[in-house]
Nanobody, 119 residues
């Protein structure tokens, strides 16, 4: 069984910063891509940022230049540094991990962490 434990959400004023972290634990062979998604109230879940096992990064246009994703392969963690936060960044943020487990490729989701940016 695989667990993803997220931390770092909270309430911050516009222009502030937060750092989200996600740690994967359990039985698996290899982690491929890791990423962060978010879902605002009444909206669909959307990709915020992702990073491959080789370190290639991808960002949503709305967060480019403000957010930075990183991962520690030795610790099976992925982090999202969020700077210059805006009220429109308010959402529940979910960690996503794509991994090889028992010769299958599977996606796992974290439980979600609330990020609220006040104006």
């Amino acid at each position: 069984q695989v667990q993803l434990v997220e931390s770092g959400g909270g309430l911050v004023q516009a222009g502030g910063s937060l750092r989200l972290s996600c740690a994967a634990s359990g039985s698996f062979f290899r982690i491929n891509a890791m990423g962060w998604y978010r879902q605002a109230l009444g909206k669909q879940r959307e990709l915020v940022a992702s990073i491959t096992s080789g370190g290639s990064k991808n960002y949503a246009d709305s967060v480019k230049g403000r957010f930075a994703i990183s991962r520690d392969n030795a610790k099976n963690t992925v982090s999202l540094q969020m700077n210059s936060l805006k009220p429109e960044d308010t959402a529940v943020y979910y960690c996503n991990v794509n991994m090889e487990q028992y010769r299958l490729v599977r996606n796992y989701w974290g439980q979600g962490t609330q990020v609220t940016v006040s104006s």
